[in-house]
């Protein structure tokens, strides 16, 4: 026990006086490997799967973005679609769309891809035995013909004007007709995308080579992308700190300030993610639309935004609807703004005139969860509205308690087309409703908004629909930046707001 | 009592040790009451505050927070849950453990071996799995776990003890007299072999303080806003540059009262085990 003392006492003057000088030390240099010249970009992954595409979400992006490719793809810097393995798309009523497919490419086994891929690609969506994440959004196609190698015409039930959108989900990468799945599963993905799997060690790193028949001339530019699968953010970003690694996703905006700080590192926010603090229509005490009210009255927006290190309508979006404020479907309503005795007055009306507890799940290791959650409590507590905060690692979160509780706080990726959004979380049948709205209003907008092909109107229905989600939704929309930490030795990063990165572009200086 | 303040005269460092708890068991029962700001309180107006400016005297974190309430607000919880944690595991260890070598043979056998499987895994290990199972941790929680994996060495310590006095005469005698196994073990034996415990019990204190740290630093201790002393720790580590007291301080204090326990607890040991 003495010894321990002794030992003890050292570490209380020691451990101040390290703390103290832990930022005078000069960060590590970034060095590149220099026995080969092969330029390699390092990156740290959280999540460490490889998964394909569509089967669950839960992939490592930076890998299969990298070795698949996807119909359409978005130009980062317009925010515009690009064409990408299709070259050109047309539909004259929003039912039978005609996509004009990109010649010479091939797949990393040198096959040729061709318009009978993307028909297995599409229809593989249906595969009941697979769970497909898109198998409600694709159950609108009613045939699909390929007239030759590089034509798909895909036939739809209903008029879909903005069909072409769903090409750049993540879910959508164009697969091999020939990939034997069921006999090679993950083993040697076949996409015709930049980089080629080398190895791949599960839950450790993951190792891709150039594709050198890669049909973009000059692309990629990388030789190699090393990923390391890094659950912990804090490791990662040490790792970034110390050259181990060139680019670490998804960091928090404390991290951020951490990486300002230091020399040979900047952040990059290339497009705004959702925080969608929901509010379970079918349960207590939400089910009362007073009391979703109240909750919104207590909200004060500017502070939310400096509890994420931002300001309000510069770094930090705030809105009550599932639309992002950047986005041109955004229709401008006034923030309510706080009002403590009208929330008052509202829970009283919903019968908790005393106020009432209630239980709030959230990532406790996902970017700003902590610090919204937190914040919510402090905000809340005024009107009466006690949150019992119930924090979890990500994954403990989204396999236990997402989609069933109360109150809770989930990141959402944007989509670009918001109607791919409306149609997963917040139709009533919707596969990833996580707040269990059941409004039958809210259905027949979103129904309408998905086959409306004129465009006034259809952004009439959009108006109608953030309206309906002001006076009665069950969401709280907070917008916050998507965070990449790199070394400045990283050049021409890219990652439009599909949410998968373009490291064909990315290089070393 | 008066060969203790001979003791106290004499060991300067235990002086210092138990002025330290009792400026921390001082802090958890007023401090609350003397401070002029909630520990969940946000001055959004001033973010990461360096100590001493607007009011707060350890500055602020990266929510406004001001970090003296935090740390004084903190001392309740670590406090408490330690304290309950070395009471709890040190009952049930004495139980167990006074059972195990009073009865010998095959309950001894049994105790044993369930105390080796429980030892065989780290306590810190053995407290993140549960609790990461039960994924809830409440005061209550947390204090049931880290007391399950703090029994077995406190059995240990307990059946050893027995081991020593069971063939004591006063023992026979009382077993002549007919007494009950129970006033055997907690009115004959106990009395005479409650120095080690008792040095058990305050080492276990700071283990526990320890434990409790660790678990908040690695994020399954008490749920935010609490001010879990190692969550704040682990909370604000992204800032330690631009915000350094933020780490310092919580660290410090975990080390203070750390250090007070263990200094206290060698002075228990010198007087309840070694003058003896």
Not at chain 1, 247 to 272: C, H, M, N, T, W
Not at chain 2, 22 to 39: D, E, H, Q, R, T
Not at chain 2, 190 to 212: D, K
Not at chain 2, 230 to 249: D, Q
Request: net charge negative.
């Amino acid at each position: 026990m003495k010894k321990f003392t002794i030992f003890m006492m050292l570490g209380l003057f020691i451990i101040p006086t390290l703390s103290l000088f832990a930022g005078g030390q000069k960060d590590a240099e970034i060095k590149q490997p220099e026995a080969e010249k092969k330029m390699v970009i390092r990156i740290a992954e959280q999540v460490p799967n490889l998964i394909t595409p569509g089967a669950w979400d839960g992939q490592a992006f930076s890998l299969n973005s990298s070795i698949y490719d996807y119909l359409i793809e978005m130009d980062s810097a317009t925010g515009e679609l690009a064409p990408a393995l299709a070259t050109e798309w047309s539909s004259k009523d929003g039912k039978v769309w005609t996509f004009k497919l990109r010649e010479g490419v091939k797949f990393h086994d040198g096959s040729a891809f061709t318009s009978k891929d993307v028909q297995f690609t599409l229809e593989r969506t249906q595969d009941p035995d697979l769970g497909h994440l898109k198998a409600k959004d694709f159950a609108v196609v009613k045939s699909i013909s390929t007239p030759n190698d590089y034509t798909v015409i895909i036939t739809l039930k209903e008029s879909l004007p903005t069909f072409q959108y769903s090409m750049t989900d993540y879910n959508v990468a164009m697969l091999s007709s020939d990939y034997d799945y069921s006999k090679l599963g993950e083993s040697a993905p076949m996409g015709t995308g930049p980089f080629m799997l080398k190895k791949l060690i599960p839950k450790e790193s993951a190792l891709l080579v150039k594709n050198s028949n890669y049909w973009q001339p000059g692309l990629p530019k990388a030789d190699e992308l090393q990923i390391y699968f890094v659950p912990d953010i804090d490791s990662s970003v040490s790792l970034l700190e110390a050259g181990k690694v060139d680019i670490v996703p998804q960091i928090s905006p404390l991290i951020k300030q951490r990486l300002e700080a230091g020399d040979g590192f900047k952040v990059v926010s290339p497009y705004q993610e959702s925080r969608f603090i929901a509010m379970a229509m079918d349960r207590e005490p939400f089910d009362d639309n007073n009391v979703r009210l109240a909750f919104k009255y207590s909200m004060d927006p500017e502070i939310l935004a400096k509890a994420c290190q931002g300001t309000l309508n510069k770094e930090i979006y705030y809105n009550e609807t599932p639309i992002v404020n950047k986005l041109a479907q955004y229709k401008d309503i006034s923030l309510r703004g706080q009002d403590i005795k009208k929330a008052k007055d509202l829970l009283a009306k919903a019968g908790y005139p005393d106020g009432l507890t209630v239980e709030f799940y959230y990532a406790s290791d996902h970017p700003y969860g902590k610090e919204i959650a937190q914040t919510l409590k402090e905000l809340t507590a005024p009107a009466g509205i006690v949150l019992d905060l119930k924090g979890f690692p990500r994954d403990i979160y989204l396999s236990q308690y997402w989609m069933n509780a109360p109150l809770l706080l989930t990141g959402w990726g944007v989509r670009v087309d918001p109607s791919m959004l409306l149609m997963l979380a917040y139709h009533s049948e919707g596969p990833w409703n996580e707040s269990h709205i059941n409004d039958p209003e809210v259905d027949d907008l979103i129904t309408k908004i998905k086959s409306e092909v004129d465009d006034a109107q259809r952004q009439e229905y959009y108006d109608r629909l953030q309206e309906v989600f002001f006076e009665r939704g069950t969401v709280i929309n907070l917008q916050v930046p998507y965070l990449v930490g790199l070394s400045d030795a990283v050049q021409d990063y890219r990652q439009p707001i599909t949410m998968l990165s373009q490291l064909k572009y990315a290089y070393i200086k | 009592m008066k060969t203790i303040l001979l003791h106290l005269k004499n060991n300067p460092l235990a002086i210092l040790g138990i002025m330290i708890l009792f400026l921390w068991i001082f802090a958890a029962l007023f401090g609350p009451a003397l401070l002029s700001y909630n520990y969940t309180e946000m001055d959004m107006e001033h973010q990461m505050t360096t100590p001493g400016e607007y009011g707060h005297l350890l500055g602020t974190d990266a929510l406004g927070r001001d970090v003296f309430a935090r740390i004084i607000y903190g001392s309740r919880s670590i406090l408490t849950v330690a304290l309950m944690t070395s009471l709890v595991s040190s009952i049930v260890g004495i139980l167990i453990g006074f059972t195990a070598g009073y009865f010998g043979s095959l309950v001894d056998t049994f105790f044993l071996r369930a105390m080796d499987i429980l030892m065989a895994i780290p306590p810190l290990v053995l407290s993140m799995v549960v609790l990461g199972i039960l994924g809830d941790s409440s005061f209550l929680s947390l204090t049931l776990i880290v007391s399950i994996a703090f029994t077995p060495a406190t059995a240990r310590v307990a059946r050893g003890a027995l081991l020593s006095c069971k063939g004591s005469e006063y023992v026979d005698a009382a077993r002549i007299r007919g007494e009950s196994h129970f006033i055997i073990m907690f009115v004959e034996i106990l009395p005479n072999t409650i120095g080690p415990i008792i040095v058990e019990i305050t080492a276990r204190f700071a283990y526990s303080i320890m434990m409790i740290a660790s678990l908040g630093f690695l994020g399954v201790g008490l749920q935010p806003p609490t001010p879990d002393w190692g969550m704040m720790v682990i909370e604000n580590k992204s800032i330690i540059r631009a915000a350094s007291w933020t780490v310092l301080y919580p660290s410090l204090a975990i080390a203070s009262l750390v250090i007070a326990v263990s200094l206290f607890s060698d002075f228990v040991s010198k007087v309840m085990i070694h003058e003896k």
